[in-house]
């Protein structure tokens, strides 16, 4: 017994398309854990007039405040530039383990050979308690 004898074979092909594109877009929903994970993006540039070799590195740093104990560093990541120049964008993901009643700030240094050549002189309050997820940074000159 054959099915959809009467059928043209042109339908099949509509009918087919449907069933894979929903497939696809079942497979593209955010699952409530990368949900559920807060992210942190924006920029890092400076003042000085120069530009950045093609050896240099962003460090941005995400520290985590109990206010009990020492700000805990919870994200380190070292970003390339690649020959970029500022403003050098970034976006970063906090770890599942990160307290969402905690107070989260970020850093950043740019890093030349492995040196501090730029750095925030001060932390900025991120994500929780009315702070943004988005921040701009400007670096001074490392001392």
Known sequence: MKLFTK????????????VFAGILS???????????R???????TYREKML???VADVKILVFEI???SEPKTIVERLIPTEGRQVPIPFKVLLPQSANSEHDFSVGAEILIDGKV???TTKMTLVLTHGN????HMVLSRAS
Request: charged letters at 20%.
């Open 26 to 36: 079942a497979g593209a929903k955010r699952t409530p854990q990368s949900e559920s």
């Open 52 to 54: 950045l070799p093609t």
């Open 38 to 44: 807060p992210e942190v993006s924006g920029t890092v």
């Open 132 to 135: 943004p997820k988005e921040v």
């Open 7 to 18: 059928w043209p074979k042109w339908n099949a092909v509509p009918i087919a398309l449907a």
């Open 117 to 119: 050549w730029f750095r």
């Open 66 to 68: 109990d206010g009990q």
